[in-house]
């Protein structure tokens, strides 16, 4: 799950609390506030044990799916050279063998 990470960081720094602090509070281990409070990523035990400390729903501690931007679509630019550079090696070499 990806959890919005700044919102955990910032309530336990409201609250005083250090990361090992946060961690025994949850019963977590603090490799695992560390990781969640850089990357976001959290299991769904994790996300309740987070939300039922901080006392809010595991619905208010997710990333939004629909706020996160989809890739740009692959542009075709990049697949048209190499069909270029084969059809001018082709015809260079039937120029080379025939002429």
Same mark, same amino acid.
């Given at each position: 799950?990806?959890?919005? @990470?700044? !919102?955990? @960081?910032?309530? =336990?720094?409201? =609250?005083?609390?250090?990361?090992?602090?946060?961690? &025994? !509070?949850? &019963?977590?281990? !603090?490799?695992? !506030?560390?990781?969640?409070?850089?990357?976001?990523?959290?299991?769904?035990?994790?996300? @309740?044990?987070?939300?039922?400390?901080?006392? /809010? *729903?595991?619905?208010?501690?997710?990333?939004? &799916? =629909? %706020?996160?931007? $989809?890739? $740009?679509?692959?542009? &075709? *630019?990049? @697949? /048209?050279?190499?069909? /270029? /550079?084969?059809?001018?090696?082709?015809?260079? %070499?039937?120029?080379?063998?025939?002429?």
């Amino acid at each position: 799950m990806l959890i919005k @990470k700044g !919102i955990v @960081k910032n309530a =336990r720094q409201q =609250r005083g609390w250090t990361q090992q602090q946060f961690a &025994d !509070i949850c &019963d977590l281990n !603090i490799r695992t !506030i560390q990781r969640l409070e850089k990357t976001g990523v959290a299991s769904m035990e994790t996300s @309740k044990a987070l939300a039922s400390v901080l006392e /809010v *729903s595991v619905a208010d501690l997710l990333v939004d &799916d =629909r %706020s996160v931007a $989809p890739p $740009p679509p692959e542009s &075709d *630019s990049g @697949k /048209v050279l190499p069909y /270029v /550079v084969v059809t001018f090696l082709v015809a260079f %070499s039937l120029g080379y063998w025939l002429g």
